[in-house]
């Protein structure tokens, strides 16, 4: 059911994305919603984002609203594939009332589409009915969840993040979407908080091993300091600093297949940053190399030449746990 009534989504954008071999137009919608149900994420501002006490009907015709506008701006015969996020889960029911699932479908019937939800959302009748509606035929795997997993340790997963559920969850939530005919694509966090450049870098190179087995798609988000979090009260206290860029590129280089890698932020002091001198031209190259997929721009990005890459270095070997970071 398409409203009559236009209402701004959190944030709406088209670009391109790459899937397989192929490069595709892609629209990308954040839909503000009932707000995430688990809501204690140490690094997550979109939790915040949220209406006030509703009523279904009444957050129904929220979501309508934005949906009809999104509709407006982005005429559907411009883009192939869609990728849809809300403030926390978009198959959680409390969150996103069910009839609006069916209203994305009929919307987007033949896209390309991903959706991120927590792993205990993947539930089959409710995927079922959901590809069955998206579904003509046009893709072999029209629907991918995408699954916030952030890491395969379970201890870093609470402690450094709290994000509610484990890595048998995920896996569990995968064979399920597997079962169904629907794809999983993993999002992974690198460095969260309390972790030594060191630590994070060889959580991120054992998780995207432990995955391979589970994950069609991965994607590394390099952290980003974002506003009212945990996190940012760490960081305003010198006792967090995002990651270098450098291992990013390490990550990448070392993986053994493509990972797609937007480094929101790059280059900032709340993003992951180097020195500043060297940061534009690395952080334009991952963006490429998350589209073109070409190994050879990561490795000559990794031999750049910057005075910063024996301060990492040193910080790689020198930085201790429990303790302040080094660098800011």
């Known amino acids: 059911m398409i409203s009559d009534v236009t209402e701004k989504p959190l944030a709406s954008w088209r670009g391109k994305e790459r899937y397989d071999t192929e490069l595709l137009d ?4 954040i839909f503000k919603s009932g707000g995430c149900s688990w809501s204690k994420c140490r690094m997550c501002s979109y939790r915040h984002e949220r209406y006030g006490k509703q009523s279904c009907d009444e957050l129904l015709a929220h979501l309508r609203a934005q949906l009809a506008m999104v509709l407006r701006e982005n005429p559907v015969d411009g883009y192939r594939m869609v990728k849809i996020f809300t403030s926390g889960s978009f198959f959680d029911p409390a969150e996103v009332p069910p009839a609006f699932l069916q209203d ?40 991918y969840c995408a699954i916030g997993l952030e890491t395969s340790s379970d201890a870093i ?22 079962a169904i005919g629907a794809g999983v694509k993993a999002y992974l966090l690198f460095k969260p908080l309390f972790l030594t450049e060191q630590e994070a870098l060889k959580d991120m190179e054992t998780t995207i091993a432990d995955i391979q087995p589970f994950a069609d798609m991965i994607s590394m988000n390099p952290c980003t300091v974002q506003r009212n979090t945990e996190l940012e009260y ?8 995002p990651p270098y860029l450098w291992s990013v590129l390490s990550i990448l280089k070392n993986a053994p297949g493509h990972i797609t890698c937007d480094p929101l932020g790059g280059g900032q002091k709340r993003g992951p940053h180097n020195c500043g001198k060297c940061d ?14 070409d190994k ?12 910063c890459k024996q301060e990492w270095e040193f910080i790689l070997a020198e930085e ?3 303790c302040m970071p080094l660098t800011r």
Do not use: M
Not at 162 to 174: I, L
């Open 296 to 307: 050879d721009l990561i490795g000559a990005l990794f031999d750049t030449v910057c005075a």
């Open 280 to 293: 534009y031209e690395i952080v334009k190259g991952i963006r490429d190399y998350s589209l073109n997929a």
């Open 26 to 29: 892609c629209l990308t919608v």
């Open 104 to 143: 994305v479908a009929s919307a987007f019937r033949g896209k390309l589409l991903i959706a991120e939800t927590r792993p205990e959302f993947v539930q089959e009748a409710v995927f079922r009915n959901f590809i069955d509606a998206i579904d003509d035929g046009s893709w072999k795997t029209p629907l």
């Open 157 to 178: 997963r609470e402690k450094c993040i709290n994000k509610g559920f484990s890595f048998a969850d995920f896996r569990c939530a995968a064979d399920t979407a597997h």
């Open 234 to 241: 760490y960081w305003k206290r010198g006792a967090y600093r």
């Open 320 to 322: 201790k746990p429990w």
